[in-house]
Nanobody, 128 residues
Framework: QVQLVESGGGLVQTGDSLRLSCAAS????????LGWFRQAPGKERQFVAT????????YYADSVKGRFTISRDNAKSTVYLQMNSLKPEDTAVYYC?????????????????????WGQGTQVTVSS
């Protein structure tokens, strides 16, 4: 079982930037796709971004495209989410997730059910 630990959340103002990090345990980090999701109070968890096991393929939700960037450093077993031009509607708990059962897949995974390991989440609050 892989353990995922997010960090980097906080309270920022509209237009600011934040970088979230998610550190993973285990030796197989470089083999599986990763994703970021977010959940606002009273809403379902929603897809934000995903990255392939090699880091060569990324995909974003329309709501964050052009503002957020997902990346991974397999040597550090860490995935990042760079968030620029933040808006109040980006306020949520952000979760990183691993799709270990889809190791070496080149498909893109955007559903909660595609992922089998989750971090505890980090709060991002954007004030207007």
């Amino acid at each position: 079982q892989v353990q995922l630990v997010e960090s980097g959340g906080g309270l920022v103002q509209t237009g600011d930037s934040l970088r979230l990090s998610c550190a993973a345990s285990g030796r197989t980090f470089s083999t599986y796709p990763l994703g970021w999701f977010r959940q606002a109070p009273g809403k379902e968890r929603q897809f934000v971004a995903t990255i392939s096991w090699s880091g060569s393929i990324t995909y974003y939700a329309d709501s964050v495209k052009g503002r957020f960037t997902i990346s991974r450093d397999n040597a550090k077993s860490t995935v990042y989410l760079q968030m620029n031009s933040l808006k109040p509607e980006d306020t949520a708990v952000y979760y990183c997730a691993a799709s270990r059962r889809n190791a070496y897949s080149v498909s893109l995974y955007t559903r909660v059910a595609d992922y089998d390991s989750w971090g505890q989440g980090t709060q991002v609050t954007v004030s207007s």
